[in-house]
């Protein structure tokens, strides 16, 4: 068994890490399929004001998140070198706008730092705790938690 996996085996787990703004955040990786560029969105109407609108990939209609608003953050104008990471939610997949990819992590459990309590509840439900990692502070997000729709409907 090579180390890599043995050491995923002895409860390390890998994140993928990207920027909005000025912050970092993670996901664990498993749920992304796959990192594309940034391609135009049509806008849906009567949608809520993080869904960007839905893009064409390979025949599927993918709905596209706008991941600043869905936090709570200061929106991010889409540009052309922004990704878009596409993410299985429970039984939907999503595409989540952000700036950049930054990283992926392998970490074990006891590297991620419990949530502050001076968080809101909002922050609460969806950030799984905080990676102090080389001077960096990453939020982990429970994709789950975002979109509780999506997880409802895998159930």
């Given at each position: 068994m090579s180390y890599a996996v043995k050491n995923l085996v002895e409860g390390a787990r890998e994140l993928i890490a990207f920027r909005i703004g000025d912050q970092e955040f993670c996901v664990n990786i498993m749920s992304v399929r796959e990192i594309r560029g940034w391609t135009p969105a049509t806008p849906l109407p009567h949608s809520p004001s993080y869904v960007l609108g839905v893009i064409n990939l390979r025949g599927v209609v993918?709905?596209?998140?706008?991941?600043?608003?869905?936090?709570?953050?200061?929106?991010?104008?889409?540009?052309?070198?922004?990704?878009?990471?596409?993410?299985?939610?429970?039984?939907?997949?999503?595409?989540?706008?952000?700036?950049?990819?930054?990283?992926?992590?392998?970490?074990?459990?006891?590297?991620?730092?419990?949530?502050?309590?001076?968080?809101?509840?909002l922050e609460k439900q969806y950030a799984r705790g905080i990676l102090a990692i080389d001077k960096r502070m990453i939020c982990l997000i429970e994709l789950g938690a975002l979109f509780p729709d999506a997880e409802s409907e895998a159930a």
């Open positions: 993918l709905p596209i998140i706008n991941l600043s608003i869905r936090l709570g953050m200061k929106p991010v104008e889409p540009e052309a070198r922004h990704v878009i990471i596409v993410a299985q939610v429970g039984a939907k997949v999503v595409g989540l706008l952000v700036e950049a990819v930054s990283d992926i992590l392998t970490v074990n459990d006891d590297n991620i730092q419990p949530t502050p309590e001076v968080t809101s509840d």
